[in-house]
């Protein structure tokens, strides 16, 4: 931090202002006796004499006990004199009474924290701070010359502080890890394990091992039991060769493997980039990664974003900053990967950089260096991607992950909660042994969830291979089999359409939840034929509705807690909002409401709470002034499909709509 004389040039600045600052702007004080206590007070906080200093404070909040500056005054003595918990208490007494006060108490507030240790709550101050400068000054009471003096010079100070406290934050996770166990004489033996890739749901082991010197490296598989991890094998198959192979990463989604190849005949350098299609536990279809990952020279040890459309690598190519440099590549349009780019010199340095790993968020990238400064012969690191696209300096993750030894090639678990990484400590079985930990909290990333779509025909239950667009981000292919994969931020809303010949046009937003990643959350699209087969008559009758072409069909879906019927208004808001969107210059042609259960109550029971469902629902759209005509309404209860229960609980409404002719 800089020093304090902006504070006191702050206060000196406060006192001669002789206003008095509330929840709003009033008139001046004067000369009278509160403005002489403040100016005596900060006289004694230029001369460093806060004792007296806050003498004349305190009687400053005797006559005015709302008088924010007074307070302000006092909270800056506790903070020169090291009193911090007592300066917080006055910060954060004036933010309660009066948030508008000044601007960069936040800023204050937030050093004062990171003193005392509460770097969740220093930063969240800090981002406050930071999203006020893009707001109009006339929103805080302080105008003042030096405020706005003072400001610029905690603006020019945010960036740093701001990552100063996300280190903290960091190094506070990291250091409450008190065990870091051997995963024991299963997968480690006297010779080298290392590059660990675990599955989702942790039953699944990958990594690379060497018998001996003399040996080639391969991949290796084990599965974990009852009794903890069985013996690695060699994964075989036609990825297996008396060559070099190691290092696996395989997209979120289960459907590719990259991993390191050598000495083949169709490798340009040492060793190249591969990739392989998992088809249950074969592999297929193996060959180099396309495009310009690979060289002359040696590339290795991939890791692929969560969206497959990222890749990290370790090479030796020239250009680089010394021995194995970090690189990033994106894929093209057409599949194949761009152009790499050295991630600079943050990252990379005169030694080794290797064995990369990004979090699912894409957010946080950890690396083994032996060129950044560490405990031993190599270490992790790890780093932050910021808002402007670069990577912050990397973080040594220290004791007792990092040792004396050397650490390669960490792995951290789809829940953020474990992770796995190579040492040869001492204490392990020979060369280098796969250790784990456990974090007691998710691992410094915004929670991701993985979802698993299906585009279906509404009417057959058969996949429809198509392009499925994603709001705000690029499409994402359905196969033959019409599964499609999503990295999505949990606890948000993803909208999706899809428009495909012989169906009616499909949009709709999914809930997405947090979610443990042991199973992908699971998203249907059921897509409905423009030409649909008879269907048995339903329980409600509904009026025949001639369909043309120009008929657009948009799905919305509520979810229910157990057992209960009534709209919260959570609930009643997202309903609300896709309602204003379809009212907005469409003709409403007809709305279907179908309410569904879980499974968990008999069949009578079920029925009539997804009736009750239904027409919770479909009450609401009748006092937003929807005809009654309009709405077909049904209840079939308990759904049936490979949903989780709480995700059955839901009304599905339908709307048929065309445009009006205003809109064109």
Known sequence: ???????????????????????????????????????????????????????????????????????????????????????????????????????????????????????????????????????????????????????????????????????????????????????????????????????????????????????????????????????????????????????????????????????????????????????????????????????????????????????????????????????????????????????????????DEEAPYLTPDGKVLYFSSDGHPGLGEQDLFMSRLGADGTWSKPMNLGEPINSGARELGIFITADGLQAFFASDRTGGYGGMDIYHFVLPEALLADPITFVEGYVLDSVLRVPVACMVQVAGRPPVEAGPDGRFFLCAPADSEVKISVQVDDYYRYERTFYIPKWDNIHYFPIEVLLEPTFQLPKVAPTVHVDYIERSEDVEVERFELLFGFDQATLTPEAQRRLDGFLNQMLDGRQIVSIEIVGYTDDAGDVVYNLRLSERRARAVAVHLKRRGLRVDQVYMEGKGAARNHRPRWANRRVEVVVRWRPTDESG
């Open 1 to 351: 931090m800089k020093s304090y004389r902006w504070i006191i040039g702050w206060m000196l600045a406060m006192g001669c202002s002789l206003q008095l600052l509330g929840q709003a702007m009033v008139a001046p004080i004067g000369t009278g006796r509160l403005a002489q206590l403040m100016r005596q007070a900060e006289l004694y906080l230029l001369a460093k004499d806060y004792s007296k200093a806050l003498k004349y404070y305190d009687k400053a909040l005797r006559m005015r006990p709302a008088y924010s500056a007074a307070r302000r005054g006092k909270g800056a003595c506790f903070e020169m004199m090291g009193r911090y918990p007592e300066a917080a208490a006055q910060y954060e007494a004036i933010l309660a009474d009066n948030p508008n006060f000044s601007k960069s108490l936040y800023f204050d507030l937030a050093r004062v924290h990171y003193r005392l240790g509460n770097y969740v709550r220093a930063l969240a101050l800090l981002e406050e701070f930071e999203a006020f400068s893009q707001s109009g000054e006339a929103l805080f009471a302080d105008q003042s010359p030096k405020e706005q003096e003072y400001l610029r010079a905690c603006y020019e100070q945010l960036p740093e502080q701001l990552r100063l406290v996300q280190v903290a934050i960091d190094m506070s996770q990291f250091q409450r890890v008190k065990v870091v166990r051997n995963l024991g004489p299963g997968i480690n033996t006297v010779a080298d394990e290392y590059f660990p890739w675990v599955s989702q749901d942790g039953r699944t082991m990958y990594y690379t091992a060497r018998l001996d010197a003399a040996d080639d490296e391969d991949i290796f598989v084990a599965r974990y039991t009852a009794k903890g991890w069985s013996a690695g094998k060699p994964i075989g198959g036609v990825v297996q060769t008396p060559l070099n192979e190691g290092m696996t990463s395989f997209l979120r989604d289960g459907s590719r493997v990259y991993f390191t190849a050598c000495q083949r005949p169709e490798v340009l350098g040492p060793c190249d980039l591969w990739q392989a299609w998992l088809q249950g536990d074969q592999l297929r279809e193996v060959g180099p990664v396309t495009g310009y990952v690979n060289s002359s020279d040696w590339e290795s040890q991939a890791a692929i974003s969560c969206d497959g459309g990222t890749l990290y690598f370790a090479s030796t190519r020239e250009g680089g900053f010394g021995g194995a440099d970090l690189y990033v590549c994106h894929r093209l349009p057409d599949g194949r990967w761009g152009k790499p780019q050295n991630l600079g010199p943050t990252i990379n340095t005169e030694g």
